[in-house]
């Protein structure tokens, strides 16, 4: 059986010119309503976490099916659309200098909720763990520029966050849902979407990697000379490679960061984190400190760590490669069925109707050429 092609995210420079904004919106405001209204705001916040379902909701709209400017344009161009007293949700974050913005935007859009301050410190501490663990507890080589969330009344949430590797020039998105999602450090993502697979990646969010957490927290609880004592060892070369027995040339994956602040494992060990969340979430804790203790855990004392990429397209449509099942065409189908009546619904012209469902229909064939 073939396979269905990978989505490309290749770094597109240049900006969507203004016709084309104004028509977006236009668009995307009227689909997100019907959606809304038939479906609620939950589901919509569900659909936008699926990363098939948000790259077709895109290409409608009339962006390049296979750019990784779908995630800033579409998530842009919702944050202008979407209107909290029609909608019923609201938008923080963006691109980069104002995917910060999310931490000061979240309380003041809470607020035209009534959602009370145990809501927002909800918001806000999802906000900042999203981004946590795909910038240090998920080392791919992607660094984050684009952050938003997505909320509603009742203070459910979706986060959509891309990073960008400057050596492949390839970017990589990530999506969380809060429906369903009981821990930020054990496989929290909603899905991850990528064109390539890297070979070694560190993710501490593996549920391979419990052990390695758990000795993480135990480790940076003790006292901080034993940690400096571990990490003098793991730096010298000929102490690793005996650990590893390995070839040279793999040892770059176990290389120990070269600067840490020890102050911040002071303040870890005056913290006492009870498990690997609260460790993450400490403030300072960043990809050196993880991939530190991480290195500690598994070449000291055993206890493995996951070094397989994470990515996949979503758990509702499954992956090129049949991970983590193959494509199910059924409910992808339905996927294209849901938008397709999305659109037929929304109050927009003819003409515009039909370039949408064009649109629609040459994603379709993209993705499943032998249909």
């Known amino acids: 059986m073939q396979r269905a092609p990978s989505i490309n995210l290749p770094l597109h420079t ?56 779908v995630t800033t344009v579409v998530t842009g161009i919702l944050k202008q659309a979407i209107k909290p007293e029609i909608h019923g949700i609201s938008i923080a974050g963006g ?64 986060v959509v966050q891309q990073g960008m590797n400057a050596g492949t020039r390839m970017a990589r998105r990530y999506h969380w849902l809060s429906d369903g999602m009981q821990n930020f450090a054990r496989e929290p993502h909603a899905g991850i979407v990528c064109a390539t697979k890297s070979q070694r990646v560190l993710d501490m969010t593996a549920a391979i990697s419990q052990e390695n957490q758990q000795v ?37 994956d176990y290389e120990m960061p070269r600067r840490l602040d020890w102050n911040l494992f002071k303040r870890i060990y005056d913290i006492q984190p009870k498990n690997y969340e609260e460790l993450l979430a400490i403030q300072g804790v960043g990809g050196a400190t993880v991939r530190a203790l991480s290195l500690i855990a598994e070449l000291i004392y055993g206890a493995r760590a996951s070094w397989r990429d994470p990515v996949k397209y979503s758990f509702a449509h499954g992956g090129k490669d049949g991970v983590p099942h193959p494509v199910a065409r059924r409910v992808y189908d339905e996927s294209i069925r849901y938008l397709y009546g999305a659109i037929e619904g929304a109050e927009i012209e003819r003409e515009e109707r039909k370039t949408a469902l064009k649109k629609l229909a040459t994603f379709s064939e993209q993705m499943f050429p032998d249909r």
């Open 216 to 252: 993480c927290v135990d480790i940076a609880k003790s006292d901080t000379n034993n940690v400096k004592s571990s990490v003098y060892r793991l730096t010298a070369k000929d102490t690793l490679d005996r650990w590893l027995g390995k070839n040279p040339v793999d040892l770059a």
């Open 95 to 158: 691109k980069g200098k104002k995917s910060t913005s999310a931490k000061t935007d979240i309380p003041l859009l809470a607020d035209n909720f009534g959602l009370s301050s145990a809501k927002v410190d909800s918001l806000l501490y999802a906000s900042r763990m999203a981004a946590k663990v795909d910038s240090a507890a998920v080392q791919d080589g992607y660094s984050l520029y684009h952050h938003v969330i997505l909320f509603d009344k009742q203070g459910s949430w979706v």
């Open 14 to 69: 240049g900006h969507a010119p203004a016709y084309l904004v104004r028509r977006m919106i236009r668009l995307s405001r009227a689909m997100s309503k019907v959606i809304i209204d038939e479906y609620g705001q939950r589901e919509f916040l569900r659909r936008l976490s699926d990363p098939l379902w948000f790259q077709a909701f895109g290409c409608v709209l009339g962006f390049d099916w296979h750019s990784s400017g």
